[in-house]
Nanobody, 118 residues
Framework: VQLQASGGGLVQAGGSLRLSCAAS????????MAWYRQASEKQRELVAN???????MYTDDVKGRFTIFRDNTLNTIYLQMNSLAPEDTAVYYC?????????????WGQGTQVTVSS
């Protein structure tokens, strides 16, 4: 199982970015997938997750600004980030928990840097 994240970059405050995470090695349409982020000297935190039915949950900090969605035909999830602020600066990781034979495995993408300048 591999997760390949992309789409990060440098953007000015108020701008937008779209992150992508392509999964390979399995079919992920039945799994919850998520985006986490980790700012410098802070713990990794959940940003948003999306269930297999497409319903989504967001941390309060990004509600109304970020949208997570998925394309199961491409085994890909996205994070559309609008109205970016400097406090959104972090490395963003995609994540999927997979249960096999009653054991849960955690898979992480390699991370993509998002930097928002003021």
């Amino acid at each position: 199982v591999q997760l390949q994240a992309s789409g990060g970059g440098l953007v000015q405050a108020g701008g937008s970015l779209r992150l992508s995470c392509a999964a390979s090695g399995s079919t992920f349409s039945s799994y919850t997938m998520a985006w986490y982020r980790q700012a410098s000297e802070k713990q990794r935190e959940l940003v948003a997750n999306i269930l297999r039915d497409g319903s989504a949950m967001y941390t309060d900090d990004v509600k109304g600004r970020f949208t997570i969605f998925r394309d199961n035909t491409l085994n890909t999830i996205y994070l559309q980030m609008n109205s970016l602020a400097p406090e959104d600066t972090a490395v963003y990781y995609c994540f999927v928990p997979v249960v096999k034979n009653a054991v849960e495995y955690h898979y992480w993408g390699q991370g993509t840097q998002v930097t928002v300048s003021s």
